[in-house]
């Protein structure tokens, strides 16, 4: 027996496993799993047997010993000598290349993964026999630095025992063991076997939901476990290849494009993490996957997802995947489609503006508010032959009571995505409908004017009104409509709204800075805001019927501000004064 030095400083190897690594100190249970499965899968290339992996857990007064037993192809001296002692190095074996990343049968690394190990115990007992011989060889490596291998006397099978003597300080018990077995061994394509003190064997063998056709309930239990939600609609979903597969789920509550989409993620049966990002498209955060991969690869800590143009045609085609079972809803179920719809309608328009072919299935069926109630686009074009939408919400809110006193039905489009969704469907035909972006001023053009003797006989009042505004460069017009109780409607435009905003900084700048952005901007007033008065109100009405004209000033004005915020447009500092002083005057004239 000769004992020798590992070939690296295993101080230093140590606090790198532990700081910057590995994740925790219990991942040294998927190593061995890992280790164990892929010595397994090499034996089956080369011959048929019953695999299986046994773990035991022994509590004595003298400490916890743990012990895992597999029958995979096993270990020679010099395999021992490459694999674990040369920690890091690859080996060129022709016998077997555990080190092989493209090997779709492998999960680790033997080496890399079997010094995870230290993190939990001072010693490491190795001990096999190797397929193609019949001597039984025992490695023993220690986190002083040191290892030996020595030949044994065993009447062991093929297959390999690894012997760990847990730290005191290590918090590893039945019930941790159970809980890590549960998470890493559940799906591995062999049986587990889990014991306690040589007591009843415990197995842990499952099937993902998407391998059993026709399990809905084990599917949304099995989404439950791995996601953390309870769900309503879930369907498989796997890329081109077929070797991605897995189950997606439609969230149950709203969500945001800013939101994190974390998905579960199994590489060859073996569980790597239920943090997993960017392995769907970004439109698709309303959807969660659980996934199984055999060509997806894992970064040094097997934690997380190589980066890479794999996983990039991953992505696409498992977007692809929720596309077609969307379609396939608007065809099979399309009540399902209405309710995903009524939850994720905002993600859904999302991904239409990034797909065109998406966007012609699904814009008729994509929901929006309209003056008739909430409405879908095919609902809204059989009621009408003009689309007018409203891409302004506080604007929508000033012609909605007039919109329905005049039987139109407008539609607000004033949330994110829906402007550009009625523009993209202008693009594309609208239906052969009328579709027109409105505002208003479209509707003080459509309103009923006066009869023209009316008109005329107002004239001069109107002129005077028209004066009485001209400091807040407002343009007046007399109009008649419904709903009578609204006795003004009002529009700024964006240029209009825009000037406003920076006359209002200008004037409350100080004199320095003032000078400043009146070199920068000019204030005249190019753009008016635009004031329809509606002869049916009866406030207007008793308006016109004063005759001392100069009374009714601060009347208008009131008028004006009202109308102004009711259309939530703010108030400047002027108008504000203006109309504290009216309401004054008006209190004044009441009391005299």
């Known amino acids: 027996m000769k004992e020798s030095l590992f070939q690296v400083d295993l101080t230093g190897v140590l606090k790198v496993l532990s700081d910057s690594l590995y994740s925790n100190w219990d991942v040294f249970l998927r190593e061995l799993l890992q280790n164990a499965h892929d010595a397994i899968a090499r034996r089956k290339q080369h011959e048929a047997f019953n695999p299986s992996i046994h773990l035991e857990f022994f509590e004595q007064a003298d400490g916890r010993v743990l012990l895992m037993r597999d029958n995979g192809i096993g270990l020679t001296s010099d395999d021992m000598e490459t694999f674990l002692s040369k920690i890091g190095a690859s080996s060129k074996s022709d016998r077997y290349n555990l080190f092989d990343r493209n090997n779709e049968d492998f999960i680790g690394q033997f080496g890399i993964g079997l010094l995870s190990c230290f993190m939990v115990s001072e010693k490491i007992e190795v001990t096999s026999r190797a397929a193609a011989g019949s001597e039984v060889f025992k490695w023993t490596g220690r986190t002083n630095g040191t290892y030996q291998i020595e030949s044994i006397e065993s009447d062991m099978e093929t297959g390999t025992i690894v012997r760990l003597e847990i730290k005191p300080d290590i918090p590893l018990d039945e019930s941790k063991i159970r809980q890590l077995l549960h998470r890493y061994a559940d799906y591995l394509p062999l049986p587990v076997w889990f014991s306690i003190n040589v007591g009843a064997q415990e197995l842990f063998d499952r099937k993902f939901p998407w391998e059993a056709q026709g399990m809905t309930d084990q599917a949304l239990r099995f989404g439950k476990y791995a996601l953390n939600d309870q769900f309503q609609f879930h369907f498989p979903i796997q890329d081109r290849s077929g070797k991605t597969q897995g189950m997606a789920y439609v969230l149950p509550h709203q969500t945001h494009a800013g939101s994190s989409s974390r998905h579960t993620v199994y590489i060859k049966h073996m569980y790597v993490s239920n943090q997993t990002e960017k392995l769907l498209p970004d439109w698709a955060f309303f959807v969660r996957v659980v996934v199984n991969s055999q060509n997806l690869a894992t970064t040094a800590s097997r934690e997380e997802i190589y980066d890479n143009e794999t996983l990039e045609s991953v992505r696409h085609d498992l977007g692809e995947s929720i596309k077609g079972y969307l379609v396939k809803l608007s065809q099979e179920d399309p009540r399902a489609l209405q309710e995903i719809l009524s939850i994720h309608g905002q993600a859904l328009k999302s991904l239409a503006l990034t797909d065109e072919g998406f966007f012609r299935f699904i814009v008729e069926w994509l929901v929006f508010p309209t003056s008739e109630g909430r409405l879908s686009l095919s609902e809204i074009l059989k009621r009408t032959d003009k689309l007018l939408y409203v891409p302004d919400l506080d604007e929508y809110r000033q012609l909605l009571p007039i919109a329905k006193a005049n039987d139109q039905l407008i539609i607000n489009a004033g949330y994110i995505y829906d402007t550009s969704i009625f523009e993209a469907y202008a693009h594309i035909g609208a239906g052969g409908k009328m579709i027109q972006r409105v505002n208003a001023q479209f509707f003080g053009s459509i309103l009923q004017d006066p009869d023209i003797e009316v008109y005329d006989r107002y004239r001069p009042l109107i002129e005077s009104l028209q004066a009485m505004l001209m400091e807040f460069e407002v343009e007046l017009d007399l109009k008649q409509f419904e709903p009578a109780e609204l006795p003004a409607m009002c529009y700024m435009s964006q240029q209009n709204l ?41 406030i207007v009405q008793k308006l016109f019927e004063v005759k001392q004209i100069k009374k009714l000033e601060p009347h208008v004005q009131m008028i004006y501000f009202n109308t102004l915020m009711m259309s939530h447009y703010p108030l400047t500092a002027k108008e504000l004064a203006c109309m504290n002083e009216n309401l004054l005057t008006i209190i004044d004239q009441s009391l005299s």
């Not at 100080?510 to 070199?519: P, Y």
């Open 498 to 538: 825009q000037q406003r905003d920076l006359k209002q900084i200008n004037d409350e700048a100080k004199d320095d800075w003032a000078g400043v952005t009146a070199s920068l901007f000019d204030f005249s007033p190019t753009f008016r805001s635009q004031l329809f008065l509606n002869l049916k109100n009866p």
